[in-house]
T-cell receptor, first 115, second 113 residues
Framework: AQSVTQPDIHITVSEGASLELRCNYSYGATPYLFWYVQSPGQGLQLLLKYFSGDTLVQGIKGFEAEFKRSQSSFNLRKPSVHWSDAAEYFCAVGAFPTGANNLFFGTGTRLTVIP | AAGVIQSPRHLIKEKRETATLKCYPIPRHDTVYWYQQGPGQDPQFLISFYEKMQSDKGSIPDRFSAQQFSDYHSELNMSSLELGDSALYFC????????????FGQGTRLTVV
């Protein structure tokens, strides 16, 4: 069965500090992996995605994620967090590299950034 | 740039009433997706349409129906509303024949009282 686990419900970091949000997935086929960000009152915005090839993918807003097949993980990282990064972050896995059909989302990690 | 437009943004209905949510995709996008996000929950895929035909179906209750119209906008119809239907309903759109991402709207917050 497909599932996505985000072990950290809430993370607090200081502005300028590094960030890593964890994501583990279970998927029967080749996984297509995504990270979305949801700011308060906003829709989901795609940060980055992994289909194949280089396991380190770069996204928007300075985010990157590393796919580790052996660990079934797709952790999101940012070297220096900005106050505007405070939001809810969702990891998702799907069967298609594009679109949004049948995406399975994790329960999200809420990021708080303190001055 | 134009984004996905959802209306209304907020909706309050009583139990057993009917609600209709509308989604206007990004111009020229031919595929629409509906997701439901309960309070503190992750988004759950409901249904999708490509070129006015249902393309995929997720955990959409039988009380719900949806369709995509000739202008590509989509409507999610929800009948016999239950308290548990209170959620944020997202619509997303994409262009199916290109390697494009799906863009999500801001959602419609439905509260059933």
């Amino acid at each position: 069965a497909q599932s996505v686990t985000q072990p950290d419900i809430h993370i607090t970091v200081s502005e300028g500090a590094s960030l890593e949000l964890r994501c583990n997935y279970s998927y029967g086929a080749t996984p297509y992996l995504f990270w979305y960000v949801q700011s308060p009152g906003q829709g989901l915005q795609l940060l980055l995605k992994y289909f194949s090839g280089d396991t380190l993918v770069q996204g928007i807003k300075g985010f990157e994620a590393e796919f580790k097949r052996s660990q079934s993980s797709f952790n999101l990282r940012k070297p220096s967090v900005h106050w505007s990064d405070a939001a809810e972050y969702f990891c998702a896995v799907g069967a298609f590299p594009t679109g949004a059909n049948n995406l399975f989302f994790g329960t999200g990690t809420r990021l708080t950034v303190i001055p | 740039a134009a984004g996905v437009i959802q209306s209304p943004r907020h909706l309050i209905k009583e139990k057993r009433e009917t609600a209709t949510l509308k989604c206007y995709p990004i111009p020229r996008h031919d595929t629409v997706y509906w997701y439901q996000q309960g309070p503190g929950q992750d988004p759950q895929f409901l249904i999708s349409f490509y070129e006015k035909m249902q393309s995929d179906k997720g955990s959409i209750p039988d009380r719900f129906s949806a369709q995509q119209f000739s202008d590509y906008h989509s409507e999610l119809n929800m009948s016999s509303l239950e308290l548990g239907d209170s959620a944020l309903y997202f619509c997303a759109s994409s262009l199916a024949d290109r390697n494009t991402e799906a863009f999500f709207g801001q959602g419609t917050r439905l509260t059933v009282v």
